[in-house]
């Protein structure tokens, strides 16, 4: 991707009245949602989430934002503010607070409890700030007033900061349904009350911005939903995101309606639909809910499953009774709903699990083939709403790849905003507001950080290369044996390969190269043990490159003879 600010280096100092902004996440992806705003020498965090990996990236749990620039300046950090309950706005919560456990965390009631079971599981005790829309909170130098906004999940905030600097507004993820199934609309009167008082700087959600017109209202898909449960002649199995009350609730009532039975399957959204009903953003008539357990007995038209997995993940429910690989048997009769959209570069997943739940019988309704999911961002029409509402002096596009972001900043100039108060940047790169206009000043560290097999940034870019060579190209073991005096070969090397696609015998044809590159290391004197297998290496990839169009993994092992 070219980069539109390639010579971009560590940014000043900030001056005292202004306001810098730093999204370590969330720009150029659509996931691990970062921004850290810097004022007076303090530092506001808002949201902190995960980004799911991709096909390319194999053995990765999560990938999270890149904490470098906080290492130093944990202590300036005056409070942690989520908008909302989604993994890609928590799930590094965890993360930031293993490195200094008493930042506040504020969120709504429900994202405080979907994030505290969260943290339960890595044993921390958070320090919380509970509030709700129309609350005005300090941190440090910075004033929060928080704002209700609809999304695809309860209880999404937008935040309002108030500096010396100026006004800034984060909308948060958000949409402008006019009919919300808990009839919590986006406060657009507070917009406009921001926007009387001058907002400075306006983030704003990019995810739909390409979309034209208005996103579909969640009533829509009442009809779809009802149509399966009218139909469907055996079991319904439901898959949404372990976070989605709002499509979890429509589906309670169709079943409540039909007279069947509803389990929860998969561990997060056993836990998550227990904390939502607790709290009551989720209302589950008597009876209704049953442990999976019971479904035995009960025919398969009294039963309906909700599990995780909408999105193709391979350790979740639906993926693995797409596989066969899960206590529940899809077969004939069954009936699938995926409730949920498709998260860009999912695709390929998402196709995976339909095909297999098909194979074994099963009907899979789908966005694809029926009205059965909305989006929770707004669309372009909402978008223009809130600058023509708003009328902000300068606009950072936020939360988005990279064509979202450009579709969301060409609305904005659309609407009259200058386009130089409406930079387009990429994670890391560092926007200060001063004396009210927007500047790009420089570039921080922002790269991806995985966590893998529970453990965090062992896993490099290189790896992670190396992983896809094994999983595409196989790998070569040369054991060479060499007189520590004259460095040549006492023997000839062995060869061993896994998933070559062929035999390792033809690497015996490389024994010259590997004979004069220990030479040319003699010559010069290197008789270093990692130094003679680097150069191995490098002698043996070139060669199966140019003989034989092939780039296994090469693992030269040197032993003194």
């Not at 921004?35 to 506001?44: A, N, P, Q, Y």
């Not at 609309?185 to 917009?191: G, H, I, K």
């Not at 034989?548 to 693992?555: A, E, K, Y």
Request: proline fraction near 6%.
């Amino acid at each position: 991707m070219s980069h539109p600010h390639p010579e971009l280096g560590n940014p000043p100092s900030l001056p005292r009245n202004g306001l810098r902004v730093v999204p370590l996440g969330g720009l150029g992806e659509v996931g691990r949602n970062m921004t850290v705003l810097e004022h007076r020498g303090k530092l506001l965090v808002i949201d902190c989430g995960v980004l799911f990996p991709e096909e390319h990236q194999p053995g990765v749990d999560v990938i999270l934002p890149d904490f470098s620039m906080l290492r130093d300046r944990l202590q300036d950090i005056v409070a942690i503010v989520l908008t909302h309950g989604h993994e890609d706005h928590i799930g590094a919560v965890p993360y930031l607070l293993k490195e200094r456990g008493d930042i506040p965390v504020v969120g709504s009631r429900l994202t405080l409890a979907f994030i505290e079971a969260k943290l339960k599981e890595h044993r921390i005790r958070p320090n919380t700030v509970q509030v709700a829309e129309g609350d005005r909170q300090t941190f440090g130098p910075f004033d929060c007033e928080f704002i209700a906004v609809n999304h695809s999940i309860p209880d999404g905030l937008a935040v309002a900061v108030r500096t010396a600097a100026g006004l800034l507004l984060h909308t948060g993820d958000f949409k402008m349904d006019q009919f919300p199934l808990d009839e919590r609309l986006t406060d657009l009167r507070a917009f406009g009350r921001l926007g009387d008082e001058g907002v400075d700087l306006f983030l704003v959600d990019s995810t739909n911005a390409e979309v034209p017109g208005f996103t579909t209202a969640e009533r829509d898909l009442t009809p779809a939903i009802e149509t399966v449960f009218r139909t469907a002649p055996g079991r319904i199995v439901v898959s949404s995101f372990a976070s989605h009350v709002h499509r979890i609730q429509q589906v309670l009532d169709a079943a409540h309606e039909h007279k069947r039975k509803v389990a929860f399957v998969g561990r997060s959204m056993v836990r998550n639909m227990k904390i939502a009903q607790d709290l009551g953003y989720l209302r589950v008539p008597r009876g209704l809910v049953v442990d999976v357990k019971k479904l035995d007995d009960l025919p398969p038209e009294k039963v309906t499953l909700v599990s995780t997995g909408s999105q193709g993940e391979p350790m979740a429910a639906l993926s693995r009774m797409a596989n066969r690989d899960h206590q529940i048997r899809i077969g004939e009769g069954d009936t699938v709903l995926l409730a949920s959209s498709l998260i860009p570069g999912n695709e390929n997943a998402v196709s995976r699990v339909i095909n297999g739940l098909t194979r074994w019988g099963a009907k899979v309704v789908h966005q694809g083939n029926a009205k059965v999911h909305v989006s929770g961002h707004a669309s372009a029409g909402e978008l223009v709403y809130c600058y023509n509402l708003i009328k902000p002096r300068n606009v950072l596009p936020v939360h988005g790849e990279w064509r979202h972001l450009r579709a969301n900043a060409d609305l904005a100039i659309a609407t009259g905003l200058d386009p130089e108060r409406v930079p387009v940047i990429d994670d890391g790169m560092v926007v200060d507001l001063v004396d009210g206009r927007v500047k790009v000043t420089g570039k921080v560290r922002a790269g991806y950080v995985y966590v893998s097999a529970g453990t965090v940034g062992d896993v490099t870019e290189d790896e992670l290369r190396d992983r896809v060579t094994l999983s595409r190209q196989g790998t070569v073991t040369i054991v060479a044996l060499v007189d520590a005096d004259t460095g040549q070969l006492t023997e000839p090397p062995d060869f061993v390969g896994r998933g070559l696609g062929t035999d390792e015998s033809i690497f015996e044809a490389a024994v010259p190269v590997i004979e004069k590159a220990l030479a040319d290391a003699a010559a010069n004197g290197i008789g270093d043990h990692a130094e003679l297998e680097q150069r191995i290496e490098r002698a043996v990839s070139r060669w199966a490159e140019r003989k034989h169009r092939r780039n296994p993994l090469i693992i030269p092992v040197v032993i003194e003879a």
